[in-house]
């Protein structure tokens, strides 16, 4: 388990939700139950993702992941339930290494009903417990808001030169602003796509320069193209 499945692509071997609370901090909270061996999409995200998992013998199991710029497939594991958290892109963990921001994972120990992140013991959260959980990582400083980065990305770069606010964002958060928007603007043209919209219409809605860089976006965010999205909605 590492990371949400796309609901859209889950196979039938996966049942998938995710939900997008009223937050700063959290982008989306996810769950997914595998009753059949499967693969699935895990696309390219900006976003830390916290997740856990109740194994088919009970046991239980808990990681975080970074961000990626590439799309990548997951085998599932019948009998197995996993759930987790996507933090925004401006939540950050202190002292965390580059290398886990950059598409990494790292496995997380459970301990007597406790996850161990850092020097921290945090109660095992259950699904519906991931809100109040992300609030505690807060509390404690396991996480961190950082507030310029959330201004800049919001479009505010107000007070720093360029080269200023790419070194700021990149050190945040792993990527840089404009591999960011990258991410967004195909995902926007996704969901269009989803809709019917033809790519030409996407790309120019979507702010591409034109339709052979939205299908080079789209490549890096699902490994689809343009025409394969919208065979695939028929």
């Known amino acids: 388990m590492a990371g949400p499945a796309d609901a859209d692509r ?123 959980f992300t609030e505690r990582l807060l509390e404690l400083g396991i996480l961190r808001s950082d507030e310029e980065v959330r201004r800049v990305l919001s479009g505010d770069d107000v007070g720093y030169s360029e080269r200023q606010w790419q070194r700021r964002v990149r050190d945040a958060t792993g990527l840089t602003r404009k591999q960011i928007a990258q991410l967004a603007r195909a995902r926007d043209a996704f969901a269009l796509l989803h809709q019917g919209v033809a790519p030409a219409e996407c790309a120019v809605r979507c702010g591409f320069a034109d339709q052979a860089h939205l299908t080079r976006s789209l490549g890096l965010l699902r490994g689809e193209t343009p025409g394969r999205i919208l065979a695939d909605r028929r």
């Open 10 to 132: 889950t196979p039938d071997g996966e049942l998938y939700e995710e939900r997008y609370p009223d937050s700063t901090h959290i982008e989306c909270v996810w769950q997914a139950r595998a009753v059949r061996e499967e693969r699935y999409l895990v696309p390219a995200v900006e976003y830390w993702d916290l997740w856990f998992a109740r194994q088919a013998d009970g046991g239980l199991a808990a990681g975080m992941s970074g961000p990626t710029v590439g799309h990548r497939w997951i085998k599932s594991v019948v009998g197995e339930h996993g759930w987790g958290v996507q933090l925004q892109a401006h939540v950050v963990m202190p002292g965390v290494g580059k290398k886990l921001l950059l598409g990494g994972e790292q496995r997380l120990p459970v301990e007597d009903g406790c996850v161990v992140i850092g020097a921290h013991r945090v109660r095992f959260p259950e699904y519906g417990e991931l809100e109040a």
